[in-house]
């Protein structure tokens, strides 16, 4: 088959890629390896999840979110939110299609896009002038080697493939990672009654979600140093000193930290509260071995646990199944280019929501690289 422009993903990336370039009535095909869009939110998110940034931070270009939906959004607000935006805008992904291998055949200047239909188990070939990079920062779940974790007899888990403590109630549950996955997985597991203990590796900026939602805003006006020292103040009047608990605050402020490192603060959902408590139990450093159920830790500590659960991150799956990945993507899979012009690469190759900034950084990429195929099809023609 063949099309102007082929979209890999359809997250809210990938969906908003497709209505911007619709708009300039580019034909375009989004292949979506999933039975369903946004697939992260369907699939892979646990059930209490809320987003953690304001509405106004979270929408995708064309439909700004309604005055009556509160200012953070639970889960599921947000997926009626995008259940209506693929309404709206009537976007059809071809699901079922996994992309394996993409390249650029330099004989006629054109994208090959091979995708192995999941229900027939074909393979079928898409021929496209542009190729659009959408299928997400959180590609694959990363789980660190640790020496000993095939001898480990209870559940292994990673965050993108849980759900909720429910079934973990009296059991002995080590969560690891002290990011928002891992704090707020934490929490959920010890309202449901598992005995809960987070390892945490590095030091983190704990914040509240208002007071993130208030730099955010000041952000357009102030510099980020203003604003950093700002939202550290006040976090450290709100929760004191917490390192007598084990949460470490980073030198550098929070939306530093975030621009430099692309490591987010935590937003606090009342795990620090089970801390200070002593509910959630915090240990420092890493797993240094498993044997059976026992875990060694680097400080010494051992421990016997009936669950893992890995918020250790994602990794971006774009080198595993795009071959000419460098003309957009470093072998990390994130662009090469630096913002603000990250999304653009060569050979007609784009990438859109790999700013690390969330739905508003996928929104804002959507209308450039459709805006800029626009007009590179406009020179063409001309
Ligand atoms: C737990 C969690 C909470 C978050 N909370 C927020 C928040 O509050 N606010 C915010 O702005 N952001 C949040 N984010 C970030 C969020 O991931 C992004 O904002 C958004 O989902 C990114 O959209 P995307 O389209 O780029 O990627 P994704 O939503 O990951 O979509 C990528 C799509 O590509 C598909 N795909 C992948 N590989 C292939 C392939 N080879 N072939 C075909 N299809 C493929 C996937 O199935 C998926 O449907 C959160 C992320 C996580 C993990
Ligand atoms: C995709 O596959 C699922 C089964 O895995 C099936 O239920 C669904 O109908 C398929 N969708 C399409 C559009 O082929
Ligand atoms: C809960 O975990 C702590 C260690 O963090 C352990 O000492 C205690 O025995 C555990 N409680 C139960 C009921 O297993």
């Known amino acids: 088959m063949e099309t102007v422009v082929v979209i890999v993903g359809a997250g809210p990336a990938g969906l908003a890629t497709s209505v911007?370039?619709?708009?300039?009535?580019?034909?375009?095909?989004i292949l979506e390896k999933e039975d369903i869009y946004a697939s992260l939110w369907k699939k892979r998110a646990y059930d209490r999840l809320k987003l953690h940034l304001a509405k106004e931070f979270c929408e995708l270009p064309f439909m700004p979110h309604g005055r009556d939906v509160p200012t953070f959004m639970p889960k599921d607000l947000f997926v009626n939110y995008l259940?209506?935006?693929?309404?709206?805008?009537?976007?059809?992904?071809?699901?079922?299609?996994?992309?394996?291998?993409?390249?650029?055949?330099?004989?006629?200047?054109?994208?090959?896009?091979?995708?192995?239909?999941?229900?027939?188990?074909?393979?079928?070939?898409?021929?496209?002038?542009?190729?659009?990079?959408a299928t997400g920062e959180n590609?694959?779940?990363?789980?660190?080697?640790?020496?000993?974790?095939?001898?480990?007899?209870?559940?292994?888990?990673?965050s993108s493939g849980y759900k909720s403590g429910r079934d973990f109630n009296g059991k002995n549950v080590l969560v690891v990672g002290g990011g928002n996955s891992g704090m707020e997985i934490s929490f959920d597991l010890c309202n449901f009654g598992a005995n809960t203990t987070v390892l945490i590796r590095t030091p983190r900026h704990v914040v509240t979600k208002e007071v993130i939602h208030l730099g955010m805003s000041f952000l357009k006006y102030v510099p980020v140093t203003i604003v950093d020292t700002m939202v550290t103040t006040i976090s450290n009047l709100a929760y004191g000193d917490l390192s007598k608990y084990g949460l470490f605050r980073p030198k550098q402020g929070p939306f530093a930290t975030k621009l430099f490192t692309g490591k987010a603060p935590v937003i606090d959902v009342g795990t620090?509260?089970?801390?200070r408590?002593?509910?959630i139990k915090v240990i420092n450093g890493g797993i240094g071995s498993i044997k059976g159920k026992t875990l060694t830790f680097e400080n010494g500590h051992e421990q016997d646990f009936d669950a893992i659960v890995f918020a250790t991150g994602y990794k971006s799956s774009v080198c595993n199944w795009l071959q000419d990945y460098e003309?957009?993507?470093?072998?990390?899979?994130?662009?090469?280019?630096?913002?603000?012009?990250?999304?653009?690469?060569?050979?007609n190759l784009y990438c859109t929501g790999f700013s690390r900034r969330g739905i508003a950084g996928a929104a804002e990429d959507a209308v450039s690289v459709a805006d800029d195929i626009s007009s590179v099809l406009a020179t063409i023609k001309n």
């Open 20 to 29: 911007c370039l619709n708009q300039h009535l580019v034909p375009n095909v």
């Open 139 to 158: 590609g694959d779940g990363n789980i660190p080697m640790v020496n000993g974790i095939d001898t480990f007899p209870g559940e292994i888990l990673h």
């Open 327 to 347: 003309y957009v993507m470093k072998k990390d899979g994130f662009p090469k280019a630096p913002m603000p012009k990250h999304w653009k690469g060569e050979k």
């Open 272 to 275: 620090v509260q089970k801390i």
């Open 277 to 279: 408590d002593g509910e």
């Open 83 to 133: 259940d209506a935006y693929v309404a709206r805008f009537d976007i059809k992904p071809r699901y079922n299609r996994t992309v394996k291998l993409s390249t650029f055949d330099e004989s006629n200047n054109k994208w090959r896009v091979e995708a192995e239909n999941t229900v027939t188990g074909e393979t079928e070939v898409y021929w496209s002038e542009f190729l659009v990079v």
